[in-house]
């Protein structure tokens, strides 16, 4: 874990309570997200990539605290020394005060009222469906300048300035001020839920599938503007798809998601070059390439993606792997270094030999 | 020598009479299908390819309507009809026996109150009656229960199948052989879509299966009547990519077994390139290109079809997209509905609208630059 | 430079409700029973309007109807329509015409009255039932489906004559009651410290006040004020389940979550997110119910719970003829007691349903078509 680390996230989990029964009490949870552990530093693009029911977007908004995670830590720009000194209090199961106050001071996931607003300034999200993620009676002008308002920075002219100073930026311009989300196009939308995001200047932007929704022809000109503005206000992306052309081409790092863990985590070039994991390599094989020269002869994955009330016991992959082993079934394997910055999470990677040691 | 088509649209114009003005969907559109081949039918939101898959069923939902043109379909035993003028009663022989469709959403098209099984029973029924009939006398003959009532019932539906005494006495006693004949074609039939369990998922209710699962027993539905064409309007769109690769593969199969042509309706340049044999380009109510599908891929003619293929996301390049947007279809350019956007539109392309001609072998074009005196040039 | 002054904002961020009724009324102007409807309560507004004009009061209160002394020592019989009086008198000779005159007044009175109050009750508990979940939406929709099992007409019934005259509005409890529902909501959502200790203050001190020294304001309810409350709290429970689906509805949209992530309180969501886009269609249709509700209080008013049996409304004075009709003969020799007024109310009632049934079509196809 490098000391650039914007975000740290460490064993995070996030379940759903299924309530059944004349009393509505929690009979199962669905696990959405089972123990995540990340690192995002400071000015990549960070892609997410997994199928429907993996828990991406449900990792996006536990990260931001639209959910409360049950479990694990997230550290938003604070010092690696902390970070290591919560971290090894935390693993020495203690109890302390101490370790309450830090967690307190630091984690994002303990944080509530006053303090989580003011880190709301910080962290952002755009949505996948322009036409819902904005409110359809309120005056672009109103929409984008909400978050300035709210959070105390800016209000009337200033606020004013601030919000056409950013409507520039995404290519929209002053005369769009005064109409309606449904005067605009797809495309417009969606730069107008940017332009949202960005009015405050965040550090960390999620991006959550922002271009499913939008005719093909426009994605191309809202990926350029997420490269440009990347750069002109130095953001950090947590880019979540289910489409991979996309990701190859705009993350610096990717990791693929399966039944709420991550199952492999690399550079772009490296994870789409050479897949270790095998349901990496069935994801990545399974997308048809627009080169009917290149048609893939290869058997696609078999069986339906297990539901995450019940995950497998072991290997959540298991009973889908080609390569399935004894110990798969029974234990779950860890996240592992096996080239440099190259992490993935299987036992036939290691010879089949247990973590436990 | 004609080549054989299936289906052949002339000319074909729909518009739907909307609050907000009088939307021009498709604007005299023509295409050929052939027997047997996957035509791809590739397009942005908006441009028409589900108006004209819904318009050759005859299903165009109002305000909109069929305003001109012919639809022809070439059946087996060599009869021509031309769907547009079709009868009601003869229109509905036609749906989901000679011609059937699956769609984006599997579990939308699918009733909630009734189990598979009984869905596909419902269409077994409607259009292979017969076939069911002399299969459950067969096996009566062969348990020498020939002369049972049952029999006889089955006879006279056979023979008389319109007349009230008949229904009657169908509706009096419980089918039992042919009920059991038509379960085991319907566990055939969930068998060929690749569904591993087909006896226990017969028995379930749409929303208890996963989305894989609802499209392989609408896939299974579709083709049971054996049609000669299958209309597909997204159907793996909604669909987890994995998923989405064992249905290609699945369609690919069916395709062997069935012969029947397939439609296949995507935005997914992906998909074409895997499943299509040819691929026709649309673009706001009009198709501006059609090849087949490594001729498309490796030469596109049209420059709509240049900038689709351009925008495909390639690693460590710039993404490159068409300027401008979709226009509206309620008041559409005038002359080549794509010039607005061309980067090499001329002053003919603002006036004339330019027609779908062949400029190579196979290969149909709807754009000026390849047409006139330019067309010497080349 | 595109500043708009703060009028022009105003005016554009209405633009659109304003297409939105145009759009509206051109529908409702293609459907002829609609405009029918739109008609009949144009009529009865202007009626209303004018009633100083058309039916000059004749007495401090202009909703007592004028009696003719001089035929009332004659007789007291009811005297059918003449010059002398239009519509004819009911029995103590009221005058009928006056009374349907402004009987129109009294009409859109309670009509706008009991749905402005049901709206406004149902709409704190819809929303708060629907926004919070859990445990307060059980309680709060559990007393709803209580009142909601009862009979209307019968509960409206029991509350009007069971509801004093005098209700002593014990203002000190009301407030005590007030803040401390605020400093509880306040206390949940842990924000504004500072407003929690004002409220806070203010409750402590109106403890005192209520121990020691209560404030009690006795407030005098006209018969029609009682029919008033008790169809109003009769009728909130309705109100309260739309408004709860539609909040329910809302409350999961992206645009709601962004404003959360925004850092919006709970107070500017509800406020600026949630009831601009729930409440709009509701009150149009709540507008309707205007027919039935007058309706209802004209039964009320002829079961002799309603109006004191002078006053100006049309049920009360068909109530008066109750004792007039009990032949075929006097049926229809006193014809105009309750026929008239009848007229007057059916027509009300019709206008009202009439431009229901429209604007209910309107609403609809145009919401699906978006």
Redesign the interface.
């Known amino acids: 874990m490098s000391a650039n680390a914007l975000l740290q996230i460490r064993n995070l989990k996030k379940y759903y309570p299924i309530l059944g029964g004349i009393f509505k009490r929690k009979v199962a949870s669905v696990k959405a997200v089972d123990g995540v552990s990340l690192s995002i530093f400071r000015g990549e693009c960070f892609g997410l990539v997994g199928e429907s029911g993996c828990g991406k977007t449900t990792l996006g908004k536990t990260i931001l605290r639209i959910l409360k995670p049950d479990e694990g830590n997230i550290f938003f720009d604070v010092p690696q020394d902390i970070i290591d000194e919560i971290i090894s209090l935390e693993e020495k199961g203690s109890k302390s005060t101490k370790l309450k106050r830090l967690r307190e001071q630091y984690d994002l996931s303990t944080f509530s009222g006053e303090r989580l607003l003011r880190f709301r300034r910080r962290m952002q999200i755009v949505y996948q469906d322009p036409t819902t993620s904005l409110n359809p009676r309120m005056l672009v002008k109103d929409i984008v300048a909400e978050p300035l308002i709210v959070q105390g920075i800016a209000r009337g002219e200033k606020a004013r300035e601030m919000v056409i100073e950013i409507l520039k930026k995404v290519g929209l311009s002053e005369e769009h001020l005064y109409r309606f989300p449904h005067e605009f196009s797809g495309g417009q939308r969606q730069r107008i839920a940017i332009a949202r995001a960005l009015v405050c200047r965040p550090d960390f932007v999620v991006l959550d599938e922002p271009t499913s929704s939008v005719d093909v022809s426009v994605r191309a000109q809202l990926l350029n503007l997420f490269k440009d503005l990347q750069k002109d206000f130095n953001l950090t992306y947590l880019f979540i798809s289910h489409d991979l052309s996309i990701v190859e081409c705009i993350s610096d790092r990717v990791a693929i998601m399966y039944l709420g863990k991550i199952v492999e985590f690399a550079p772009t070039q490296k994870i789409f070059k050479n897949p270790l994991h095998p349901y990496s390599q069935a994801l990545i094989s399974s997308v048809p390439i627009p080169d009917p020269t290149k048609r893939r002869k290869r058997a696609p994955l078999m069986g339906e993606v297990p539901s995450p009330v019940n995950p497998p016991k072991g290997c959540r992959f298991h009973p889908r792997c080609p390569l399935a082993m004894d110990i798969c079934k029974k234990e779950e394997p860890q996240i592992m270094e096996y080239e440099k910055d190259h992490y993935v999470a299987c036992f036939a990677l290691n010879g089949g030999m247990s973590h436990d040691k | 020598m004609a080549e054989e088509t299936l289906i052949e649209i002339k000319d074909l114009v729909v518009r739907f009479y909307t609050y907000a003005g009088v939307v021009e969907a498709l604007d005299g559109i023509n295409l050929k299908i052939k027997p047997g081949e996957i035509l791809g039918l590739v397009g942005e939101t908006g441009c028409g390819k589900s108006v004209t898959s819904l318009s050759i069923l005859r299903l165009v939902p109002p305000p909109g309507k069929i305003e001109s043109g012919k639809i022809i379909l070439n059946k087996r035993d060599g009869e021509n009809l031309n769907i547009v003028d079709l009868d009601n009663e003869l229109i509905r022989k036609i749906r989901g026996k000679e011609i059937s469709m699956i769609f984006q959403e599997p579990k939308a098209y699918l009733n909630p109150v009734y189990t598979v099984e009984d869905q596909i029973k419902e269409s077994l029924l409607l259009h292979r009656k017969e076939e069911f009939l002399m299969r459950a006398l067969d096996s009566l003959k062969k348990s020498g229960k020939e002369t049972s009532f049952e029999a006889k019932i089955y006879e006279r539906m056979l023979k008389k199948p319109d007349s009230i005494l008949t229904r009657f006495l169908a509706k009096l006693i419980p089918k039992k052989v042919l009920d059991e004949e038509i379960r085991k074609e319907v566990i055939n039939l969930l068998k060929s879509v690749g569904i591993a369990d087909p006896e226990r998922v017969a028995k379930m209710y749409p929303f208890e299966l996963s989305g894989g699962m609802a499209q392989r027993a609408l896939i299974a539905m579709a083709l049971s009547s054996n049609p000669l064409m299958l209309i597909a309007d997204e159907p793996t769109t909604n669909l987890d990519v994995t998923i989405q690769a064992q249905i290609l593969e699945l369609i690919r199969q069916l395709r062997e077994n069935y012969k029947s042509s397939i439609l296949y309706i995507t935005h997914d340049l992906g998909v074409v390139a895997e499943i299509c044999d040819r691929v026709a380009v649309m673009y706001a109510g009009n198709i501006v290109e059609v090849a087949d599908v490594y001729k498309l891929f490796k030469s596109p003619l049209h420059p709509y079809t240049k900038g689709l293929l351009g925008s495909i996301p390639r690693p460590g390049q710039e993404f490159i997209s068409i300027p401008g947007t979709v226009p509206s279809l309620i008041n559409p350019p005038k002359g080549c509905r794509f010039h607005p956007r061309c980067q090499f539109s001329m002053d003919i392309c603002r006036e004339i609208k330019p027609n779908l001609v062949e400029i190579e072998k196979d290969h149909f074009v709807a754009c000026h630059l390849y047409q006139g005196e330019l067309k010497n040039e080349r | ?2 500043v ?1 002054s703060k009028w022009d ?1 105003i005016k ?2 209405w633009s ?1 409700r304003v297409k939105e009724w145009k759009f509206i009324l051109k529908r409702i102007s293609e459907s002829p029973l609609a405009v029918t409807g739109i008609a009949i309560i144009f009529g009865f507004l202007i009626i209303a309007c004018l009633a100083p004009i058309l039916a000059p009061p004749q007495g401090p209160d202009p909703f007592i109807v004028p009696q003719d002394i001089e035929i009332a020592t004659l007789t007291p019989n009811p005297t059918p329509p003449s010059t002398r009086h239009i519509f004819g008198t009911t029995d103590q000779q009221y005058d009928i015409y006056y009374a349907c005159i402004w009987g129109t007044i009294s009409a859109f009175r309670v009509g706008l009255s009991v749905i402005i109050i049901a709206l406004l009750i149902g709409l704190v508990i819809g929303t708060l039932s629907a926004y919070y979940g859990g445990i307060i939406d059980e309680i709060l929709m559990r007393i709803t489906d209580i009142i909601i099992a009862f009979p209307g007409l019968l509960l409206a019934m029991v509350m009007a004559i069971t509801f004093p005259t005098v209700l002593p509005l014990d203002i000190t409890l009301l407030t005590l009651i007030i803040t401390a529902i605020f400093s509880l909501t306040l206390i949940i959502s ?2 504004r410290r500072k407003l929690l200790l004002a409220i806070l203050a203010v409750f402590v001190g109106d403890l005192f006040l209520y121990i020691y020294n209560p404030i009690i304001i006795p407030l005098n309810l006209s018969k029609l004020d009682k029919v008033l409350i008790s169809l109003a709290l009769v009728s909130w429970p309705g109100y309260a389940r739309l408004i709860r689906s539609e909040v329910l509805r809302v409350k999961s ?3 709601v ?9 709970t107070l ?1 969501i509800i406020v ?2 949630i009831w ?2 729930t409440i709009y269609s509701l009150i149009i249709v709540s507008t309707l119910d205007i027919g039935s509700i007058v309706l209802t209080a004209a039964a009320l008013s002829f079961l002799g719970i309603g109006a004191e049996p002078n006053f100006a409304d049309w049920g009360q004075i068909i109530s008066r003829s109750r004792n007039w009709i009990s032949r075929p003969d006097l049926l229809v020799a006193n014809y105009h007691t309750f026929l008239i007024p009848g007229i007057f109310i059916t027509l009300f009632v019709l206008g009202w349903n009439l431009l229901g049934d429209a604007l209910r079509d309107v609403l609809d196809p145009m919401i699906r ?2």
């Open positions: 430079m595109y708009k904002e554009i961020s659109f842990k924000s949209e992206d645009f979550e962004a404003a959360k992530v925004a850092g919006c309180s500017r600026k997110h601009p886009n078509r978006r």
